[in-house]
């Protein structure tokens, strides 16, 4: 390793001059004029030619212009291993790793995602599964072959600083309302803390054919403006059951004919009060599709 001249251009003199001073720049150009400085002098520091500093153990290569040095390595002498000392993965569109990647203690950050092809982590041959965020919402989406599975022995969903949602292996699926449960499974069903409240259908207009939707209902609460002729039912789901509150507008004497889907105990109808603004309960349970049982109308509620 050495720095022995200032230029590699040998001057005419006697020989063992000559010798001498030729083995020295030939030992320069084959270290790599390997030294603690920067070669800078024009005469040694040509385009193109190489500079080993045992200072900071870069191998370093001179720049087109002949005006500064490009580091290209950085050695572990002890270790006997080399590492890139400026690594430009933007040059190469086709970058692989030849072993597992280490951050060394720093991040891997992505920016705000502008559409497929940018800052997304993608798996799989065709982005069957991608993480990204927008610049407003984050995205895990999942578009491949099978399901997106989620595996552990207890998954906890979190909010910035409350519990959301826990999921026990072999055991309870547990919700929360304000890091309060409220809704857990169990071996044998649901444990509701708290009141479960179905949906109602309020409706105060009902006259002639009155159709129920099940499916988006469970409790119907009817004003009655016209005599029903028939009060028909969709959706219904068995095991289903709730109540159906009839309310007489401010006339009063209105009737409500049941759709062959109702049946009354004895097949005997459904008699309702008659008076005006009075209200009638009554209580149903689905016990087959088509088959909607009503329980005895609780009449004349004030």
Known sequence: MTQNNATITVANQSFPSFRTEMNQTL???HTNFAGGSDPNSSNVAFAGSFYYDTGDHILKIRNEDADAYISLFTTDQSADTAVPTNLNVVVDTTPQLGGTLDTNGQLVQFGDSGGATDDRLQFGASQDLLIYHDGSNSYITDSG???LKIGGTQIDIEGTSETMATFVDDG???LYHNNVAKIATSANGVTV???AVATTDTDTSNTGTVDLDFATKQ???????GNITSLTASSEQVGQSGFIVFIQDGTGGRTVSLHGDYETAGGAGLTLSSTASTTDIVPYVVAASSRILLGTPQKAFS
């Not at 409790?219 to 403006?225: D, E, H, M, W, Y």
């Open 145 to 147: 072959t099978g399901n």
């Open 193 to 195: 803390t708290g009141t």
């Open 27 to 29: 030992q320069d150009i």
């Open 219 to 225: 409790n119907f609460v009817l004003t009655l403006t």
């Open 172 to 174: 309870a699926v547990t």
